[in-house]
């Protein structure tokens, strides 16, 4: 019989690919978090992942639509929410100002936030709102 934990990590692994596939690094522990934001440099959108209903279906797809756009981050960093708990944790330490939100983006330059994209915005929006939130974000803060 299958563990739970087996279970969750076969139920959750395409969740995970739709990030990574389309170029998304996974910090999966705190220490990942802590040295990728540490030396960070330029620009790095941070996608708060999650098993919910809006990240399969806007949130997910509306990021990768949104790194097509002419300007976008340099670095392109994932963590998830309720799976890999001390990574978010870590990457939420560097969120400043917003409330824990899952899915949500973090805009970050050279290590700090410079905007967020919080659940509220993702579930009551379409998908196309979604990636102009996004995209807008890059054009004002990405070269």
Do not use: W
């Amino acid at each position: 019989m299958m563990s739970y934990e087996a279970y969750m990590s076969q139920v959750i692994q395409p969740m995970r690919d739709e990030l990574t596939r389309v170029g998304f690094t996974e910090l999966k522990t705190a220490e990942e978090v802590e040295k990728a934001f540490s030396e960070m440099k330029g620009t790095a959108l941070v996608v708060v992942n999650s098993v919910c209903g809006c990240a399969a279906g806007l949130a997910r797809p509306a990021v990768a639509y949104s790194i097509n756009h002419e300007k976008k981050p340099d670095h392109l960093y994932t963590v998830f929410a309720g799976q890999d708990k001390e990574a978010t944790a870590k990457a939420r330490e560097y969120f400043e100002g917003y409330p824990p939100s899952s899915p949500s983006f973090a805009l970050m330059k050279d290590g700090k936030i410079m905007t967020m994209i919080e659940r509220h915005q993702i579930e009551n929006n379409d998908l196309p709102t979604i990636a102009k939130l996004l995209t807008d974000a890059y054009d004002k803060y990405c070269g």
